[in-house]
């Protein structure tokens, strides 16, 4: 692949690094272990969801200018502002937390050098800090460089592992494409609607906005090539979640979080061997420390972005938002701060954010609904498909947010 390439579809494999983390790797290794691969195509759905609310919220920069956070500043003033940082710092917090934890275990699955406990923290506390260094110290084009390696890790052993272990071509062309949900009166439905919304990221598909201006993308005539790196970025996202479900589906899958990724190396030992158990871990290692460091560099630029909207002349600030002391410093809490979970329980606190966090996809579903459809988006409104789509997102997140209140 040559550099003109590999530059046009790095924001998009900065994506399916961040995105991928150890939650991923656990729900579609549970919902492989529990319904087979028959719900591949589930996998599938998630990634074509994901990718028209990112599309939607690069399109909408591209053309006005402005990122969607601008937007939703300039649109409902203050109250959002405020309402968006409580989110983002409780988001912030707890996805730090699991990122430090699942880096530690997985660090110390490698290195087995303490007891599990001591493990845990010590490795937890190196890789965020390690995960600092590498994005405070480097440019972007550092950290681009250390994402596409992490990315060509992590898919290249957890795809092969999925190759070795392949149930059979018709088995899983059946899945992909012949919608089907085993044992949908039992826990079926909930794995797959699980598994579907477990695809990708969540609050980090903000991040691709800042990464194309981090390229130099800045105008309308740059929407076709961010399509082309999105493609390719969950495609990526997509082809990393079906071999999990696939492995998933082969061995037997027991513990949660970054735990169960343990214990399916362990598993994949009896079917690999010993090289096939390091491998994965490698690979899952790789899945979980790219995603730290993605959230690490990425997230503070939405702390920056909203801050701004209550200085005085914030919004007409010429200065680059990763020059700004607020995204130095949210960095910088960011990866300190979550270490403190590694001893302390915030079960209270974390269920209000969970409540808070389930309506996040909806709400941005309907926002782009209303955005990128205005007369000002002119030729590149949505057309009736991202619509379609955006439908789909905002119906199917809603019922997941029914079901886990009223359900």
Not at 53 to 58: K, P, V, Y
Not at 215 to 223: A, G, L, M, P, V
Not at 278 to 290: D, E, K, Q, R
Request: hydrophobic share 55%; proline share 2%; charged share 10%.
């Amino acid at each position: 692949m040559d550099k003109r390439t590999l530059s046009i579809i790095l924001p998009g494999l900065l994506i399916a690094a961040t995105g991928v983390g150890a939650g991923d790797l656990a729900t579609a290794g549970f919902a492989g272990s529990h319904l087979g691969v028959a719900v591949l195509w589930a996998v599938v759905l998630g990634g074509l969801l994901k990718f028209a609310l990112t599309e939607g919220i690069a399109r909408w920069q591209l053309v006005n200018g402005d990122s969607l956070i601008d937007g939703f500043a300039q649109r409902f003033g203050k109250p959002f502002v405020y309402i968006f940082l409580a989110y983002l710092v409780l988001w912030s917090f707890f996805v730090g937390s699991a990122l430090i934890s699942a880096s530690g275990v997985a660090m110390h699955a490698l290195f087995p050098v303490f007891s599990a406990g001591t493990g845990k923290i010590v490795f937890g506390i190196t890789c965020s800090l390690l995960g600092l260094l590498l994005v405070r110290a480097g440019n972007f084009a550092l950290f681009e460089k250390i994402m596409g390696f992490s990315v060509a890790i992590m898919v290249l052993i957890v795809f092969t592992t999925a190759l070795i272990l392949w149930p059979g071509n018709t088995q899983v062309l059946s899945g992909l494409f012949i919608p089907s949900i085993p044992d949908v009166d039992g826990k079926g439905l909930t794995w797959t609607v699980a598994l579907i919304g477990g695809v990708g990221g969540t609050l980090t598909i903000f991040s691709y906005g800042y990464w194309i201006r981090e390229k130099q993308r800045i105008s309308r005539e740059d929407i076709a090539t961010c399509r082309i790196d999105l493609l390719v970025g969950y495609a990526v996202t997509i082809l990393f979640g079906l071999s999990m479900v696939i492995i998933g589906s082969t061995v037997s899958v027991e513990g949660k979080g970054s735990g169960l990724i343990i214990n399916l190396a362990a598993s994949l030992e009896t079917a690999l061997g010993t090289t096939g158990k390091w491998m994965f871990l490698v690979g899952g290692f790789f899945a979980i420390f790219s995603s730290l460091l993605g959230v690490w560099q990425a997230v503070p630029y939405m702390f920056a972005d909203l801050v701004k909207h209550l200085t005085p002349a914030g919004k007409e600030q010429t200065t680059k938002l990763a020059d700004r002391s607020s995204y130095q410093l949210f960095q910088l809490a960011l990866a300190l701060l979550p270490i403190m979970s590694l001893w302390v329980s915030f079960k209270e606190v974390q269920k209000i954010y969970s409540v808070f966090g389930t309506f996040f996809m909806p709400f941005l579903a309907i926002a782009l609904l209303y955005f990128n459809n205005q007369k000002g988006m002119k030729s590149d409104k949505n057309s009736m498909l991202y619509n379609g789509m955006l439908l789909i997102t905002l119906l199917f997140f809603s019922y997941v947010a029914w079901q886990k209140f009223f359900g």
